[in-house]
């Protein structure tokens, strides 16, 4: 019997990069949160202090500001492909590279000259999220989204479940379905091989196209399918996207079931069909599944930084 | 010497309601934070636990949905009358009374036959607030919002200001200005009276236009000030909206400073002309101020519920 | 008809300073975030942009930082008063200053041969909190605590409120009672004054002493009161103070009431005798009081920079 | 190609659950936030909106309540296994479950004669967690805590780390070093087979002595380790763990570098000998590892509910 290091990884969390491309008059800004993971030779620094491999995370955190000066920012995703590639193309000890980003949109400040050159305000709904995942056998890109919060106020019942000892909640016709959608997806293989790209691969439409449209796709498959079920509104969600996408080879989500309970006015001598409610914190039902092609490629470690998925 | 009560309050803070207006087959629904604040003969459930006069806050909160059921949930402003002068207006014991709301925005969501008429996505931008004041001495009305998450990258400077033994800081002519700006406007007394409410007044143009309007000139106040400081950027918002609404008596603003340091690249080799940028945590400045016409009504106890304000 | 600037302040915010005093093996360490808050002619800066008066918050940090090392770091209400005294003190334009510090606390880490000497675990209960301020009508103090939860199985009731038509809540000789005490109290003038503190003033027994005999007064009648509302309860401890402590003016609370509700098991065959709750989140009550001696003395601008009190 | 439903889990998430023991004078009480999770034949849900085999998170939560009552609540284990039990064995299309526990201490508060009976504070450091796995294959207790906040003021160097052309960080002999500590500890199997159970396995000392015991092991290494890298400081407290308790297969850490970096005070014509600090919020290094037997039993779906580990 012994004791041995298991899996490990670190990197420098939350580097909170803006890049201001100021080339033309019109400026525009780029806000980052980037996380980068390292995998290697580790064992030394943890069993004996031993740093000889280990490429610090005051390093890592340098380098994302250097390589944003040298290579300016794009879409979170190519900017993220540069990251990994660096650290596990320059550093031999370095074997596996996973960069996150999350990245806050901003808009143009509206005035009555029109949207102002260099004047930004926050959009606040959703933020996009990227993991970019390097190794030795290949790249994976999973992009995603988080905090987009929606809500149904007809067009969603909840009937036929099994009603044992402890249940006692009512069948309904006619609830709120409402849920904070967390949605990421990852990229087939393939789709930076130049001349294997699918014709609507994120190189050709753009990364940054290809984001708004998987959300549009949500949002739309969200609102215009009847629902039986959370379950069911999620799995149309997915089939909505891997239907129009064949760049994307999976997608997963994490939805809570945000509560809205018909508040009882009947004590007042009140009815209420439907159109007062309290909006409950907690507990709240969590829902979590991926929708995938029979024949999307392994995933290998793609999904192995991303936190909180099953 | 004697030990007595002081100044006291009691109710029920963060009644979440979601109002669904489902008089046409396109919803409109209202999602509200509702708080309030009780003050009157509140002595003895303080010395003796004698609850005679504590209408409780259970029963508050019955009351928001109650009333939401009884004349539905208009503007937030109007919701926040309506409650604050019901529990002055039936309750002896409550001499005044103060609620509190923050109104998060929704839109419709976009689907491919345009706005869907029951789906809705939460803009995350801003969140709006309200604060209704009401005593036997008259009505009060704060609306405002909270986290409007601005930047301006270029037109922001920092001069001329004194230098300590403690002072390190460099003169620049040229940084990044970020802030999330919280605004609080006290419309003038008179607002409400029918006849002699100005031609702008909230019930002409109604609360929720006004509403769009003072955030409308904030931002563009913002974009077009050229700025020397936080300060005069702050005070060019607030002279805005007073030039232009003269229904409202006073504006009060807080705002950190959202630091963003250029980043130090030349031991890389890199020049860094104002383009990559850390944007920081804490410290942060702070920054909070009033902009007020100098013949403005006495505010009376309009802020005494408004929390966090000079 | 004018517009002009109005109340002003600007300060930086949550400088977190960590002091560690080795001057024994045996080492000590203070854990802040420290605001200050300073007023003074600054209209300037405010309506021109004109910074001559403005001393810098970058410099306001560096000032914290540098007292820290030049004096050391004792009590929060000392390192506080320290602060406010020197912005006041060494800058004509500055005519007060609010300090704002919370202390984080901070225990040696038990080892089989001892509390060890230079390593510490957070101890993670309540934040301890002052408010310094000074201008030139004098100096307040207002110390207290944040995040105390705690919590009565028994000894709880709720009966004779008056019953409305929005009154559905039962009477009940038997509940839990909840809450989380923010507490915050505030010295009597002369406490500083040499030769005329009381006995029991801080600088006889020490800032530190002090805060723990208040917390543990607040502590203990909060258990051994029966309580016939929150309210209630309130007072007792606050009047627990005052009676002991003759160097404390007045005392204020700010305490949600953290709603626990029994589960109704019946639909399950079970009874529930007060055994099984559901801690709820929002919305909750929130009762805030001030308890204070008849001769008290004027609180000046004590509260002015305390935030979230009636 | 087609498209289908990958893994997915469902369930209610953060059921707030206070348990009161009544049964003597001294209550005891049992503060606890259940997750929980459940795997099974879920495509017709997904597919079709069938609700067939969805036993409903509704009914998941009255669970929770209802076992509570029938059972008591123990450690935080044993509950979590007595529900996990419940959902894969009695219903036939739940196929695994896994359970989520956070417990929050309480202490009785101190009174002058002696602990109160039946009033509580809450005890602030670490929450204790604890996931639970149970499905055809075996049943799973993965033990832990987060947000143990830890710091040494000495004893702890950094250096011989690789200089890359992005690397600026000096060597140092002397830093803080300090991290908020997330562990998670798999019990070995057979821990709960009676008679086979090592004489150190809970059932023996107790689920409750074996996590105390644990935590201290964990500080004890934390404190009394000279570091030369936190990466050493984490294998060293699992190592700890893993010596003395042989019940314990593997345990996994998460650990924030919480950097405190030393203020240059030399503009001010001061030194600073690692005296006065600024803790830094962001970035911050992230170290995660697992420490684990060479002969450790698989680990199944263990780890599969837990978030943000490796």
Avoid at 113 to 132: I, M
Avoid at 236 to 255: C, K, Q, T, Y
Avoid at 265 to 275: H, K, R, S, T, W
Wanted: proline share 5%; glycine share 10%; aromatic share 8%.
């Amino acid at each position: 019997m012994g004791i041995r290091l298991g899996r490990n990884e670190y990197g420098k969390a939350e580097v909170r990069l803006v890049h201001v491309d100021r080339s033309a008059s019109v400026h525009r800004i780029k806000d980052l949160n980037v996380s980068t993971r390292l995998r290697g030779d580790m064992e030394a620094v943890h069993t004996r202090g031993d740093n000889t491999n280990c490429l610090t995370t005051d390093t890592q955190k340098n380098t994302v500001y250097a390589l944003a000066r040298e290579h300016g920012v794009g879409a979170a995703e190519e900017f993220g492909l540069l990251l990994a590639r660096h650290f596990t193309g320059e550093h031999a000890s370095v074997h596996g590279a996973a960069v996150e980003l999350q990245e806050f949109a901003w808009q143009r400040i509206p005035t009555s000259e029109g949207p102002h050159g260099h004047a930004f305000v926050r959009s606040g709904a959703e933020t996009r999220t990227v993991v970019v995942t390097a190794d030795r056998g290949g790249e994976w890109v999973v992009s995603g989204f988080e905090g987009l919060t929606v809500l149904k106020s007809a067009d969603s019942e909840f009937r036929g479940f099994p009603r044992t000892r402890f249940t006692t909640l009512a069948e309904t016709g006619d609830r709120i379905l409402a849920t904070d959608v967390t949605a990421r997806w990852r990229y087939a293989a393939g789709w930076n091989a130049p001349g294997s790209a699918p014709e609507e691969a994120p190189e050709a439409v753009g990364w940054d196209a290809a984001y708004e449209r998987v959300k549009g796709l949500v949002l739309e498959a969200f609102a215009t399918t009847p629902s039986l079920a959370l379950q069911q509104s999620l799995y149309a969600m997915g089939e909505a996207v891997l239907r129009e996408r064949p760049d994307i080879a999976e997608i997963r989500f994490s939805m809570p079931n945000n509560h809205h309970f018909a508040v009882d006015l009947a004590p007042f001598g009140m009815d209420n069909p439907n159109v007062v409610f309290h909006a409950a914190d907690r507990p709240y039902g969590r829902i979590e599944a991926a929708v995938e092609r029979d024949d999307a490629p392994d995933a290998g470690p793609a999904w192995d930084s991303v936190p909180g998925f099953v």
